[in-house]
């Protein structure tokens, strides 16, 4: 049977989950977090040897002062060492989303549209070796990297930035440019891709 370890914050559907995988008779469900602190604790030494697949939300909600990102835990575990595949199952389906999950190493990205089996399916497929991204989000994915190859590597840094809410003062700040320049080069990036600065934030 293949091992999963499930990182979700909302109690009920991380019960939903182990139930499910737990009932299909071809999962073994080796553990549950609800926070990055809890999997760590979990996910030690040999803990990942018998694990296959890590299925996890982007954004976990602590009760804190600040919620957590469930990316996180790609650096805290060893993953691709353990041959541990990454799985993303969010609520989320913005380019953005997607594109963090792909530079933090994850190989499928399910909307959480997505039924139970469905969510299977794209595991299967996953550890069959291929990359898994949601039908829902590939269109948007789609879109933001056509954007992102009209601009050059300066431009998609102000235009990552931007799509992050930054203000152009702050950009200026993080890339020690002048906010005249950051002002230039987003005329530039809107002339280029066609959209607004309320567009660019919504991808």
């Known amino acids: 049977m293949r091992g999963i370890f499930i990182l979700e914050d909302h109690p009920i559907m991380r019960g939903a989950l182990c139930a499910y995988f737990a009932g299909t008779g071809r999962w073994n469900v080796r553990g549950s977090a ?14 990942l040897l018998d694990i296959d697949v890590l299925l996890l939300d982007i954004e976990l909600k602590t009760g804190g002062t600040a919620d957590e990102w469930g990316l996180d ?33 994850a190989r499928g990205f399910v909307s959480k549209a997505r039924s139970e089996r ?9 550890l069959s070796g291929s990359v898994f991204i949601d039908e829902r989000a590939v269109c948007n ?27 152009n003062k ?6 020690s440019l002048s906010r005249r320049t950051v002002e230039n080069i987003l005329a530039i990036i809107y002339a280029k891709t ?6 660019i934030q919504k991808l």
């Open 141 to 167: 994915f789609t879109i933001y990297n056509d954007y992102l190859s009209r601009l050059t590597c300066r431009e998609t840094e102000i235009f990552s930035l931007a799509q992050q809410g930054l203000a």
């Open 34 to 47: 609800a926070c990055l602190d809890e999997a760590r604790r979990l996910l030690t030494g040999s803990a």
């Open 170 to 175: 702050d950009i200026a700040l993080k890339l």
């Open 194 to 199: 066609g959209l607004s600065r309320v567009q």
């Open 73 to 105: 835990i790609a650096s805290m575990a060893n993953l691709k060492a353990r041959n541990c595949a990454l799985v993303v199952y969010s609520n989320y389906d913005d380019a953005a989303h997607i594109q963090a999950a792909l530079s933090a190493g």
């Open 118 to 126: 469905e969510l299977e399916d794209a595991l299967d497929a996953v």
